[in-house]
Each structure stands twice: as structure tokens, then as C-alpha cells.
């Protein structure tokens, strides 16, 4: 019988969909300051090249090394789900709004110029 074994992930960011899948998905997420990883990046390498290899190797050794120190991301309670849901709703409506108004505005003043010409 194979053991499970426990997948941790360290992250530069503590929200957004991956770090939600993540954490959906039973992985243990540590989240990393941007900043803290650039320090540990310069002690690690003297060229301050930045790519994304190398920045997935940092993040790991960290996790490795250092998860002690890194502060474990929290799934949000079902409460904070709904709220994002309505605070996107309303983000998404309050854009509509201001785009109709647009429209509106632009055929208006459209209208009153070819009124204005006829006259």
C-alpha cells in the first residue's frame, strides 16, 4: 500500500484562481513575499537575471528550507466565497452601467448635432 504523500506549493501571491484551485485540490500552499524570494534569489546567484526557472527552483528551495517561516494560505470560508461572487457581480454591473451611459451619451449628442444641422 503506497503512503500519501503531502504536495506543497509555494506561490508568490496569496489569492486568485490558482492558489483557490490549489488549495481546492488538497495542496498545501505557502504563500511568498515577492520580495522575500528576491533576497533569497540574490544569496542563491550573482546574475540578477530573472526567468522563470530559475524562479521556480528559488520558490521550491524555499518551500524546502524554509516553510517553517512562510505562512500557510488559507481557504476562505463559504461566507467570503459569497461575498466575492457579489462583489464581482456588483463590479461587473456598476462596468455595464457606465457603458451604457456611454452609449447613450455618444447617440444623444450624435442626435443633437444632425437636429442642430437640419435647422
Do not use: C, F
Not at 34 to 42: F, H, T, V
Not at 63 to 76: E, G, K, N, S, Y
Amino acid at each position: 500500500m503506497e503512503e500519501a504523500v503531502e504536495v506543497v506549493v509555494g506561490i508568490e501571491t496569496d489569492r486568485g484562481p490558482w492558489v483557490e484551485a490549489l488549495i481546492a485540490a488538497g495542496y498545501t500552499v505557502l504563500a511568498v513575499n515577492p520580495l522575500q524570494s528576491a533576497r533569497y534569489r540574490d544569496r542563491l546567484r550573482v546574475s540578477r537575471a530573472k526567468s522563470d526557472t530559475a524562479d521556480a527552483h528559488v520558490l521550491a528551495d524555499m518551500v524546502r528550507t524554509d516553510a517553517h517561516q512562510l505562512r500557510p494560505v488559507a481557504a476562505d470560508s463559504p461566507r467570503a466565497e459569497a461575498i466575492k461572487v457579489v462583489a464581482r457581480a456588483h463590479k461587473r454591473l456598476i462596468w455595464e452601467r457606465t457603458r451604457h451611459t456611454q452609449r447613450l451619451r455618444h447617440a444623444l449628442r450624435g442626435r443633437d448635432r444632425g437636429w442642430m444641422r437640419r435647422w
